[in-house]
């Protein structure tokens, strides 16, 4: 019959393979990306796509999303990922750590491989057990805008390297951080928040910075151990609401490290050290706190300076050899005077003695002066006036009367030139006439007036007191005698100190220490607020700030208002006007931020900025930011739009936390589009600010990618599956039926004649 049958089944074994091999492959390809099945209740344990429950993560490049809540149900942890350059964007949803024990390594997330961000989950703990992320020797991970609670350890890393975590926020866990053996890693913008033992944990750690983190309510803020290297930098320590005892930074056996411009509040112990070495510990702010530096007998070639302390007690005096660290005096927020337009006056300060009288006074002058210049004036002109005279030379003038005669004499105190801190002592004594001047601590002179009659005291016109000028009378200066320098820490004591007294404040340096010789002390001007509240010395008169109009010849009060906003009106933007002498005071927690408006000034709007303790001068339509890292964690943006006749002038002022650009369309200039009174409204801004942010845009594309994939793939499955059922059909109906074929239809053989 020839041999076309025999071809016609290869062709069909063909077929059959072909169609084989087709499906064969559509599985491999569906098995490979790791897709969801057709119902989407499972996924593979590797590759990209969503999770739907706890898995182990071992291949290497992929990105997950996280669709729904998840609880680990007791396992050793909830995602293992063991590969690297991993991503999981939980997408706000819960990982959820039920049944964990106290010395379980897992519960939320496992870490061993490198590369692998975890962004945006919601780790919820057991009554502080378990793990909320632990990294086991991870390296380049990345954790960011994740929230942890109630665990035993929120972030562990253990020999962690290269790492960043950042905008997490971590609470009510016994311990918010560890690390241990590990190096190289960033901490940043992140919230620590009501842990009950320590909020970080550095040990045997180095090159680690912390930078710009809130801790609020912690047993121990952050705590190091045999570590260094570290840069701990402009973080919130705060207590809130809280009870108990709670330390704020403590240093131990770490060495090395810097501690710059922290603002820590409401301690019980505000920065320790302890058996610790070589640190430079600058620009912090430690208010409010018990206890102020801690230092231990041992800690030594530490450096200490420009840091603003206001607490109970600031420095642990008794437990400390002074000589074995440095302290520079050059602490923040002296009042900075630039002899033409600025000077203090308390018009009536009744309660200072004219019978027993010591004042300290710190200085420094930045430039040279050839006249004469007024440090302090009391009780009115002629009577007594600190004052320097020339380029270097300092002096008291001291005037003693009986109320029919009266004598004179011009003291020396020292002399220096040098732009250093120094202290001023003066102490006049009724007892026997005596005067006697301090320079940084030593005894300068001694001077004894002739009268030696005991009626005689201190001339006494009237009860004004003025810093930084000369009295013309009780409430305007004699405008040529303006100081042009700086001043800090003035106190006035109805007592006469000696010479070891005034050597204990110099060695002190300019620390507002509360518990430092304050027997007789009836004033008191620290010059760090505006407004000074009652503190444990009483209630002492505070300086209004004072500008000179040369066009009036005489002094004039400024505005007292204030402007009162919160932190919330500066994040979305404010924006109103201020009047000369007008405050825009912020409200941060327990502490304020102040920017005074001045006046104008050579066309320039004059602002105090108080922290970080600055003039500035800004012309109309300018923007600019002014850096306050050195004190709080934020930066301002400040823009000037309208100056009126009167001199009010318009601002705009926005908080900012993270790195901005200034953008302006073609044409356009800087300014305020809405409109509002004096005092303000927030408002848009006159400028466009742009920051980074961390998105899962491209987690997101990646998936819309891989599931137009899958389709395909399944197109390519449901083809291969139809071709085999057709084939397989067809077979069996030949197989039923197609034997008789050949008795119906017979063979045509070409080699025989028709029957017909």
């Given at each position: 019959?020839?041999?076309?049958?025999?071809?016609?089944?290869?062709?069909?074994?063909?077929?059959?393979?072909?169609?084989?091999?087709?499906?064969?492959?559509?599985?491999?390809?569906?098995?490979?990306?790791?897709?969801?099945?057709?119902?989407?209740?499972?996924?593979?344990?590797?590759?990209?796509?969503?999770?739907?429950?706890?898995?182990?993560?071992?291949?290497?490049?992929?990105?997950?999303?996280?669709?729904?809540?998840?609880?680990?149900?007791?396992?050793?942890?909830?995602?293992?990922?063991?590969?690297?350059?991993?991503?999981?964007?939980?997408?706000?949803?819960?990982?959820?750590?039920?049944?964990?024990?106290?010395?379980?390594?897992?519960?939320?997330?496992?870490?061993?491989?490198?590369?692998?961000?975890?962004?945006?989950?919601?780790?919820?703990?057991?009554?502080?057990?378990?793990?909320?992320?632990?990294?086991?020797?991870?390296?380049?991970?990345?954790?960011?805008?994740?929230?942890?609670?109630?665990?035993?350890?929120?972030?562990?890393?253990?020999?962690?390297?290269?790492?960043?975590?950042?905008?997490?926020?971590?609470?009510?866990?016994?311990?918010?951080?560890?690390?241990?053996?590990?190096?190289?890693?960033?901490?940043?913008?992140?919230?620590?928040?009501?842990?009950?033992?320590?909020?970080?944990?550095?040990?045997?750690?180095?090159?680690?910075?912390?930078?710009?983190?809130?801790?609020?309510?912690?047993?121990?803020?952050?705590?190091?151990?045999?570590?260094?290297?570290?840069?701990?930098?402009?973080?919130?320590?705060?207590?809130?609401?809280?009870?108990?005892?709670?330390?704020?930074?403590?240093?131990?056996?770490?060495?090395?490290?810097?501690?710059?411009?922290?603002?820590?509040?409401?301690?019980?112990?505000?920065?320790?050290?302890?058996?610790?070495?070589?640190?430079?510990?600058?620009?912090?702010?430690?208010?409010?706190?018990?206890?102020?530096?801690?230092?231990?007998?041992?800690?030594?070639?530490?450096?200490?300076?420009?840091?603003?302390?206001?607490?109970?007690?600031?420095?642990?005096?008794?437990?400390?050899?002074?000589?074995?660290?440095?302290?520079?005096?050059?602490?923040?927020?002296?009042?900075?005077?630039?002899?033409?337009?600025?000077?203090?006056?308390?018009?009536?300060?009744?309660?200072?003695?004219?019978?027993?009288?010591?004042?300290?006074?710190?200085?420094?002058?930045?430039?040279?002066?050839?006249?004469?210049?007024?440090?302090?004036?009391?009780?009115?002109?002629?009577?007594?006036?600190?004052?320097?005279?020339?380029?270097?030379?300092?002096?008291?003038?001291?005037?003693?009367?009986?109320?029919?005669?009266?004598?004179?004499?011009?003291?020396?105190?020292?002399?220096?030139?040098?732009?250093?801190?120094?202290?001023?002592?003066?102490?006049?004594?009724?007892?026997?006439?005596?005067?006697?001047?301090?320079?940084?601590?030593?005894?300068?002179?001694?001077?004894?007036?002739?009268?030696?009659?005991?009626?005689?005291?201190?001339?006494?016109?009237?009860?004004?007191?003025?810093?930084?000028?000369?009295?013309?009378?009780?409430?305007?200066?004699?405008?040529?005698?303006?100081?042009?320098?700086?001043?800090?820490?003035?106190?006035?004591?109805?007592?006469?100190?000696?010479?070891?007294?005034?050597?204990?404040?110099?060695?002190?340096?300019?620390?507002?220490?509360?518990?430092?010789?304050?027997?007789?002390?009836?004033?008191?001007y620290t010059f760090d607020k505006e407004q000074r509240g009652a503190n444990n010395l009483g209630d002492f008169n505070t300086l209004s700030i004072r500008i000179y109009r040369n066009t009036l010849n005489e002094g004039e009060y400024l505005a007292l208002s204030v402007v009162d906003v919160t932190v919330d009106d500066l994040t979305e933007g404010y924006s109103g006007y201020l009047l000369e002498g007008q405050e825009l005071r912020v409200i941060y927690g327990n502490n304020n931020y102040y920017l005074l408006y001045v006046g104008m000034e050579n066309n320039q709007a004059l602002l105090f900025a108080n922290p970080p303790g600055s003039e500035i001068k800004i012309s109309l339509g300018e923007s600019r930011k002014i850096d306050l890292n050195n004190d709080y964690v934020y930066d301002l943006i400040l823009n000037f739009s309208e100056l009126r006749n009167d001199s009010t002038i318009k601002i705009y002022v926005k908080l900012i936390s993270e790195p901005f650009s200034i953008q302006m369309m073609p044409g356009e200039s800087l300014y305020y589009a809405g409109d509002s009174g004096v005092g303000g409204a927030r408002g848009e801004s006159p400028v466009n600010l742009t920051s980074g942010q961390n998105?899962?845009?491209?987690?997101?594309?990646?998936?819309?990618?891989?599931?137009?994939?899958?389709?395909?793939?399944?197109?390519?499955?449901?083809?291969?599956?139809?071709?085999?059922?057709?084939?397989?059909?067809?077979?069996?109906?030949?197989?039923?039926?197609?034997?008789?074929?050949?008795?119906?239809?017979?063979?045509?053989?070409?080699?025989?004649?028709?029957?017909?």
């Amino acid at each position: 019959m020839g041999k076309r049958p025999e071809r016609r089944e290869d062709k069909r074994l063909i077929n059959y393979i072909i169609a084989f091999f087709i499906l064969i492959m559509a599985l491999l390809a569906f098995w490979y990306f790791g897709l969801k099945d057709i119902t989407g209740k499972s996924i593979s344990e590797e590759g990209t796509g969503y999770l739907t429950s706890c898995a182990s993560l071992s291949n290497s490049g992929y990105g997950y999303i996280l669709s729904n809540d998840v609880d680990s149900g007791g396992s050793d942890g909830c995602f293992h990922i063991l590969g690297e350059n991993v991503v999981i964007d939980c997408g706000g949803r819960k990982i959820i750590m039920s049944g964990n024990g106290q010395d379980s390594a897992g519960g939320g997330i496992y870490i061993k491989g490198e590369n692998v961000s975890i962004k945006n989950c919601f780790i919820q703990g057991n009554t502080n057990t378990g793990y909320g992320v632990y990294l086991d020797g991870a390296k380049r991970a990345l954790l960011t805008n994740n929230f942890v609670n109630n665990t035993k350890v929120g972030i562990y890393g253990k020999a962690t390297n290269d790492s960043n975590f950042i905008f997490n926020h971590i609470s009510n866990s016994r311990e918010a951080v560890i690390l241990f053996d590990s190096s190289r890693a960033i901490f940043k913008d992140g919230f620590i928040l009501q842990n009950s033992e320590y909020g970080m944990s550095l040990n045997n750690s180095r090159e680690l910075t912390i930078i710009n983190n809130s801790f609020d309510c912690n047993r121990r803020s952050i705590y190091s151990y045999s570590s260094s290297q570290l840069d701990i930098n402009s973080n919130s320590l705060s207590v809130s609401s809280c009870n108990g005892e709670f330390e704020g930074i403590i240093l131990d056996y770490t060495n090395q490290s810097r501690v710059l411009s922290n603002l820590i509040t409401g301690q019980a112990r505000a920065l320790s050290l302890r058996n610790s070495f070589n640190n430079e510990l600058a620009s912090n702010q430690l208010i409010n706190n018990s206890l102020g530096f801690i230092l231990d007998l041992v800690s030594g070639g530490n450096t200490f300076q420009s840091n603003s302390l206001h607490n109970y007690f600031d420095l642990n005096v008794s437990s400390v050899s002074l000589g074995g660290n440095n302290f520079n005096n050059n602490y923040l927020y002296s009042l900075s005077l630039q002899g033409q337009n600025k000077y203090g006056n308390n018009p009536e300060l009744s309660r200072v003695s004219e019978e027993s009288l010591s004042i300290s006074v710190w200085t420094r002058k930045e430039h040279s002066s050839t006249g004469k210049e007024a440090i302090l004036n009391l009780f009115g002109r002629g009577s007594f006036l600190i004052y320097q005279e020339g380029r270097n030379n300092y002096f008291v003038l001291i005037n003693i009367s009986n109320g029919t005669s009266n004598e004179f004499a011009h003291i020396p105190i020292g002399q220096f030139n040098d732009g250093n801190w120094h202290n001023l002592g003066v102490v006049y004594n009724k007892t026997n006439h005596s005067v006697q001047t301090y320079l940084d601590g030593i005894l300068n002179s001694t001077f004894f007036f002739s009268a030696g009659n005991a009626n005689y005291s201190l001339m006494k016109i009237d009860n004004s007191l003025f810093i930084g000028a000369e009295a013309k009378n009780r409430t305007y200066p004699v405008n040529n005698t303006l100081f042009g320098g700086l001043l800090d820490e003035i106190r006035i004591y109805n007592s006469s100190l000696n010479a070891s007294e005034f050597n204990k404040i110099f060695t002190a340096g300019r620390i507002a220490n509360s518990s430092f010789i304050s027997q007789g002390l009836v004033a008191w001007y620290t010059f760090d607020k505006e407004q000074r509240g009652a503190n444990n010395l009483g209630d002492f008169n505070t300086l209004s700030i004072r500008i000179y109009r040369n066009t009036l010849n005489e002094g004039e009060y400024l505005a007292l208002s204030v402007v009162d906003v919160t932190v919330d009106d500066l994040t979305e933007g404010y924006s109103g006007y201020l009047l000369e002498g007008q405050e825009l005071r912020v409200i941060y927690g327990n502490n304020n931020y102040y920017l005074l408006y001045v006046g104008m000034e050579n066309n320039q709007a004059l602002l105090f900025a108080n922290p970080p303790g600055s003039e500035i001068k800004i012309s109309l339509g300018e923007s600019r930011k002014i850096d306050l890292n050195n004190d709080y964690v934020y930066d301002l943006i400040l823009n000037f739009s309208e100056l009126r006749n009167d001199s009010t002038i318009k601002i705009y002022v926005k908080l900012i936390s993270e790195p901005f650009s200034i953008q302006m369309m073609p044409g356009e200039s800087l300014y305020y589009a809405g409109d509002s009174g004096v005092g303000g409204a927030r408002g848009e801004s006159p400028v466009n600010l742009t920051s980074g942010q961390n998105s899962s845009d491209s987690i997101v594309r990646k998936n819309q990618i891989t599931e137009f994939i899958s389709i395909f793939i399944l197109i390519i499955i449901i083809l291969a599956i139809i071709i085999v059922g057709v084939l397989i059909g067809y077979e069996i109906y030949r197989s039923t039926n197609g034997s008789n074929l050949s008795k119906k239809f017979p063979s045509y053989d070409s080699h025989q004649k028709d029957s017909f």
